[in-house]
């Protein structure tokens, strides 16, 4: 018997035209660690909410077929009964914390259960997830990727045999998602827990899971080993999911016909030494030279500054510490260090919202304490990191408009619908934005933020907690702003966005700057990666593995030297 | 129980706990923004009451009032420690009751007109009752109420006109512009959020009529629990004080603070007592 | 007035509030009074909630003022807090002094609302005290030990779950409408007025967005709390024991049962002996 055995279901949300679930029918074996994959609005969250009872006890729809864990059908359980079999995180886990502080919270599930001894087993859940030494500290002390680990914990202490995360790593730096991860696998292997993630970063699939579910208009297209599956890459590209990029190079590179295409491709970089080391043709030496800064006009810069934190009791905390900066015009510059290193804080101090307690942060040469937050929102703009909060208008189009508006702009309404026209928003002009699906509401939010056309664009995380293809989808938008703003600064994690779009890297750790230059200089520095857990896009490790002297961050440049000579370059 | 019924069970939470949320941090803001007086007319941001208004407009009445009144409750009251005891008790209802009342009466959210009339009687129903217990409370607690030179004259005016000034200032400022602004836009948008339907003919709640005898029954009874509670909770004690102002010595302050003191422990008691009971019952 | 309201105004930014209100809430787990026994503090205040009410003799009502100002002092409340609380005593009967005079009252008028503003201002501090004093979850399983509806306390201890969040979320909306926006001028009185004005209009529109944004977050927290037995407790008294199992009244209860009873008989004394 297998632990989940689906059977025929179909669900229906009420007043949708067509059905979310459409038939589906799978088995998922005791023990095992399944990734599940599928385009947006495929049906993997209604799918897992099907297995925890939220569908059909709580969330009301159409529902035939049946489900069954451990031979039990979900609709004869209370949820109560399924919630200590099914363990639930949810993409937006933090709302899923209710307590205000960690111990309670983790354990609050199983006081409610009547669990006597709720307490260890919130202790446990949480010596587990890593977090035993916040267990008298308040929610809201915790870092994001806490945040996370607690709700995991919330979610484990009741001791569930299966356990289901939606989008684990979504907003997290590749550190703490390896550390999620690590637990997950603990958890699969030392406790024999069965894990259900829906997951798109194929890397940690082809590391972790054993298999994959690739759903598709609601229905199981296929369910196969994790390696075999990463494989399948034109099938998971039909449903927008990027495999690892080794496996892309080397089904692109079969298709070229520089690799036997019968062979089986690989999946990380240990089966890629084996594979890519015999068609190497080149090992050309060190020839690309590290470009350095150009030296423009400076529109920014930070002087000596020291910022501390509001403490709630205690000494404050400091952030930064004697820092120093300066931003040049048209500098294309990434932020990166790891959750909670300042990023934020930096961008927000050049919008004059933090004010240095040492030092000084100049803007065009003034002091930015003298300017007001209305002046400043001309010369600067910032994107916040959830979209939500930058709709404070009823649709798009007064949204885009809003500012120029109230500022007086001649001809706004035009602009407002070239703006529309540029970021493809056009036929969405009148929805809120609120209601828009990830990649559209990142869109409307670029064009919101230069609508004024700001001297500098500020974007904080602009592809967290989004898919691949809807990151792919933010950086083409990236390219649009060219001619309108050309100095823009980008606090972000992924590292992908990093490689082919930043041109000056600035590395934060502890407060302080240790890292500063082009991606070349900085990848190639392994105390900084290993300081503060950056990770250089797979193909790039790959590349090194191989000894490819120079850098490779595209996909393009590592397949150039298996080409002919003049190709290499391209 | 069946899926339906359930269904309006995860809904109401969901209305309680998003009013509860957003009016309490408003109410949290109305203690802070300063308010500024011309001669004797108080301007002040008395009320964010058409948070809930909209919302009980749009949702469930009875939730979205409940979780208003616990907002303030909760976070104005409790959480900045500004908390009145008994007393709060007849805000709580007051403001269940009002809002009640104007979510009760809309059927449709997109008509401007009788949203504003609906938040506009809400609030006035919520001031008067407001107003009416103030005035008993300070008859009540200050001695020789009707004795006191030009007391009884400055607390019915000062009373009235507050009461007149913010259904008037507040209340159209406050409540009915903003819920006239609101309750349309957020219509047919904020109810997928919560997976409800919006509110139209067929989900409005069960009874057709805006003034059952039963709604009109229950809003009596709470409007007496409002004034039972905040006369027990500053006058009620008044015959004790009363006695103790007979003899007017020391052994009479003292017996009236041990007399308060046994009262104070016999009321916990009967509580707990009380409590224990229901747990009893409950576990029967 | 006008610089005092803008000064203010500059004061309260809204990190500003977030930081008291959570200094106020978890800043001060370690007083002595935030570890007292709930329900002990809880009599104590229903003991300095009413009995000032009917208390009319000046050297008690002082003698009991400087005692709660001293227990507030212990439990490290936030500024702010503090300064609502005088703004809040002010305000009750500060209003009704000047009415009764403007109405022709004399010292008999005012003698009366002298002895209220004691009473008031030992009631809230007692209050502020208490509420503040304690940590939220003690504060909530001691109201549930008294009968208070689990929702009520569930209802507290989930705003202070959620009042940073809200707070944060609330703070960038009005952010946005501040860089976006472009206020009237205030350099003029009517241009300060118009700013004012429009101050609030702006935190009147900022709910529209928060209204959405919260009600996207509540259905997760509705469901999880779903999942994590929330509706089961309710009707299951054994979680109500256990909950309840943490309460236990030490010996500091006792000693501060019993200062609080001997100052208050000392006070009593007192106004005894004293000739006012």
């Known amino acids: ?570 | ?284 | 007035m006008h610089k005092l309201t803008e000064s203010i105004l500059d004061k309260f930014s809204m990190d500003y509030l977030r930081n008291q209100v959570l200094k106020n809430a978890y800043g001060n787990d370690d007083t002595v009074i935030a570890g007292l026994d709930p329900r002990v503090l809880l009599v104590w205040y229903l003991f300095f909630g009413l009995v000032p009410w009917f208390l009319n003799d000046l050297v008690i009502l002082l003698g009991l003022f400087i005692f709660v100002a001293l227990t507030t002092r212990a439990a490290k409340i936030a500024p702010l807090v503090l300064f609502l609380f005088c703004l809040g005593v002010f305000s009750q009967t500060g209003y009704l002094l000047i009415a009764a005079l403007f109405f022709g009252g004399d010292a008999s008028t005012v003698a009366p609302l002298l002895v209220m503003t004691l009473k008031v201002a030992v009631v809230s501090l007692a209050s502020i005290t208490v509420f503040s004093g304690l940590d939220p979850d003690r504060l909530a399983n001691g109201m549930l030990w008294f009968g208070c509806p689990d929702q009520l306390s569930f209802s507290i201890s989930f705003a202070y779950r959620i009042l940073p969040v809200l707070m944060e979320e609330f703070q960038n909306i009005l952010l946005s409408y501040r860089l976006r926006g472009n206020p009237p001028a205030k350099k003029t009185f009517p241009g300060k007025i118009r700013y004012l004005f429009y101050q609030i209009k702006l935190i009147i529109q900022a709910f529209y967005p928060l209204m959405l944004n919260t009600a996207k977050r509540s259905r997760t927290t509705v469901e999880a709390l779903e999942i994590k037995g929330y509706r089961y407790a309710l009707k299951n008294p054994t979680v109500k024991k256990m909950k309840l199992a943490m309460l236990k009244v030490t010996r500091n209860d006792g000693i501060f049962a019993a200062v609080s009873i001997v100052w208050t008989v000392l006070c009593v004394l007192v106004s005894a002996v004293s000739p006012l």
């Not at chain 1, 809120?432 to 500098?456: C, E, F, H, T, W």
């Open chain 2, 1 to 284: 129980m069946n899926a339906k019924n359930k269904m309006t069970q995860s809904q109401k939470m969901m209305v309680f706990v998003l009013t509860m949320s957003l009016y309490g941090l408003a109410t949290l803001f109305t203690e802070l923004i300063p308010s500024f007086q011309v001669g004797i007319v108080e301007f002040s941001v008395e009320y964010f009451l058409f948070i809930p208004l909209t919302l009980a407009m749009l949702f469930d009445p009875l939730s979205a009032a409940l979780g208003a009144a616990t907002g303030e409750l909760v976070f104005s009251e409790i959480m900045l420690g500004q908390f009145g005891g008994l007393g709060e008790l007849e805000k709580f209802l007051t403001v269940t009751i009002g809002v009640y009342i104007a979510g009760r009466i809309v059927k449709d959210p997109r008509n401007r007109k009788v949203v504003a009339a609906a938040s506009i009687i809400g609030v006035a129903v919520q001031q008067f009752m407001g107003c009416v217990v103030d005035i008993l409370k300070v008859q009540f607690a200050v001695e020789d109420f009707e004795a006191v030179a030009g007391l009884p004259e400055s607390v019915f005016f000062t009373e009235g006109f507050a009461c007149l000034n913010d259904i008037l200032f507040s209340g159209i400022l406050f409540c009915m512009l903003p819920t006239m602004y609101l309750a349309p836009r957020l219509y047919g948008k904020i109810e997928p959020l919560l997976g409800v339907k919006p509110r139209d003919k067929d989900t409005m709640i069960a009874g057709d009529y805006v003034l059952t005898p039963k709604m009109v029954g229950m809003v009596l009874i709470g409007f007496a629990a409002a004034i039972a509670s905040e006369l027990l909770a500053s006058g009620g004690y008044e015959l004790i004080d009363w006695e103790a102002a007979w003899a007017g010595n020391t052994t009479s302050i003292i017996i009236g603070i041990i007399v308060a003191a046994i009262i104070a422990l016999i009321v916990i008691g009967m509580i707990r007592g009380r409590a224990v009971k229901n747990a009893e019952t409950k576990q029967a």
């Open chain 1, 1 to 570: 018997m297998s632990k989940i055995e689906i059977e025929h279901v179909t669900f229906t949300y009420p007043g949708a035209d067509a059905p979310t679930l459409n038939d589906l029918n799978l088995c998922v074996e005791e023990g095992d660690f399944l990734a599940i994959v599928g385009n947006n609005g495929c049906g993997k969250s209604t799918f897992c909410k099907t297995l925890n009872g939220l569908i059909p006890h709580f969330i009301v729809g159409d529902m035939t077929g049946s489900i069954r864990i451990d031979g039990v059908d979900t609709r004869e359980q209370e949820i109560g009964d399924l919630a200590k079999r099914v363990g639930y995180v949810y993409q937006d886990f933090e709302n899923q914390i209710v307590c205000p502080t960690v111990l309670d919270d983790a354990s609050y599930g199983c006081l409610n259960y009547a669990m006597e001894d709720y307490k260890e087993r919130g202790k446990n859940a949480l010596q587990i997830c890593g977090l035993s030494s916040k267990i008298s500290d308040y929610v809201w002390q915790l870092s994001g990727g806490q945040k996370h680990l607690l709700a995991l914990a919330g979610a484990a202490a009741l001791s569930p045999d299966v356990l289901i995360l939606d989008e684990p790593i979504a907003q997290l730096d590749p550190a703490h998602a390896d550390q999620i991860y690590e637990i997950l696998k603990e958890w699969n292997e030392t406790y024999h827990k069965t894990i259900i993630v829906i997951e798109h970063h194929t890397e940690y699939i082809a590391r972790y899971c054993k298999h994959v579910l690739l759903l598709r208009d609601g229905k199981n297209v296929w369910q196969l080993p994790a390696q075999e599956a990463m494989r399948r890459v034109k099938e998971l590209r039909r449903s927008n999911i990027f495999p690892p990029q080794v496996t892309i190079a080397a089904d692109r590179m079969a298709e070229e016909g520089l690799v036997p295409a019968d062979e089986s491709f690989p999946v990380n970089i240990e089966e890629g030494k084996a594979f890519f080391g015999k068609y190497l043709r080149h090992l050309p030496e060190s020839t690309r030279m590290a470009r350095t800064p150009g030296g423009g006009e400076s529109l920014v810069s930070f002087r000596n500054v020291t910022v501390r934190y509001r403490a709630v009791k205690g000494q404050a905390p400091r952030i930064l510490d004697q820092f120093s900066l300066d931003i040049r015009k048209g500098e294309k510059i990434a932020l990166i260090g790891s959750n909670g290193a300042g990023k934020s804080t930096i961008l927000k101090m050049m919008m004059g919202l933090v004010h240095p307690e040492e030092g000084s942060v100049l803007l065009d040469g003034r002091e930015i304490k003298d300017f007001s937050k209305e002046e400043v929102g001309e010369l600067l703009s910032l994107v916040y990191q959830n979209p939500e909060e930058m709709f404070i208008q009823d649709s798009i189009r007064a949204d885009i408009a809003y500012a120029m508006k109230v500022r007086k702009v001649p001809e706004y309404e035009k602009r407002t619908e070239e703006l529309l026209a540029q970021f493809r928003l056009t036929e969405l002009a009148e929805r809120d934005g609120r209601l828009l699906s990830g990649g559209q509401m990142r869109r409307a939010s670029l064009a919101i933020g230069v609508a004024l056309n700001p001297k500098i664009l500020l974007l904080d995380e602009p592809t967290a907690n989004l898919d691949i293809a809807t990151r792919r989808e933010v950086m083409n938008t990236l390219q649009m702003l060219k001619g309108i703003t050309n100095t823009v600064v980008i606090a972000t994690h992924d590292m992908q966005l990093v490689c082919d779009w930043a041109e000056r890297i600035i590395v934060l750790s502890g407060g302080y700057v240790i890292a500063d230059g082009p991606k070349e200089q900085i990848f190639a520095d392994l105390y900084v990666r290993s300081q503060v857990g950056i990770r250089p896009p797979q193909i790039y490790d790959m590349g090194r593995a191989l000894g490819i002297a120079n850098p490779c961050f595209t996909i393009d440049e590592f397949i150039g030297y298996f080409k002919e000579g003049e190709e290499r370059y391209a």
